[in-house]
């Protein structure tokens, strides 16, 4: 599974790589790293995504329900930050893809 990361969310890839690892539940799920992405690949201006290789079948609602609470909790000493969805794909060679943007935004 990929994590990628909208740049106006203001969180980044390392940030959360380090916050998903940091988290017991997160961890259980399979570590996490940082890798580049090719430009425009899910989101415009995205170059790097967080990879987690999944060592159990986790459903789709866990997993954006632990992305929307980390991703949140790195926001929260930012005042005044619109709102994130976490919508899920699926990439053409198959893989899990986890896109978080603001809320309304388009990937």
């Known amino acids: ?54 060592a159990v079948n986790v459903a789709s609602t866990a997993i954006t329900a632990l992305v929307t609470r980390l991703v949140a909790r790195l926001r929260n000493s930012r005042p005044d930050q619109p709102d994130i969805e976490v919508a899920e794909l699926t990439s053409a060679a198959g893989d899990r893809v986890m896109v978080v943007r603001l809320r309304g935004g388009r990937s």
């Open 1 to 54: 599974m990929v994590i990628a990361l909208d740049p106006a969310v203001g969180v980044n890839s390392a940030e959360l790589a380090a916050a998903w690892d940091a988290n017991e539940q997160a961890r259980a799920v399979g570590p996490a790293s940082v890798e580049t992405s090719a430009r425009g690949d899910f989101l415009p201006d995205v170059l790097t995504l967080v990879a987690i290789p999944l």
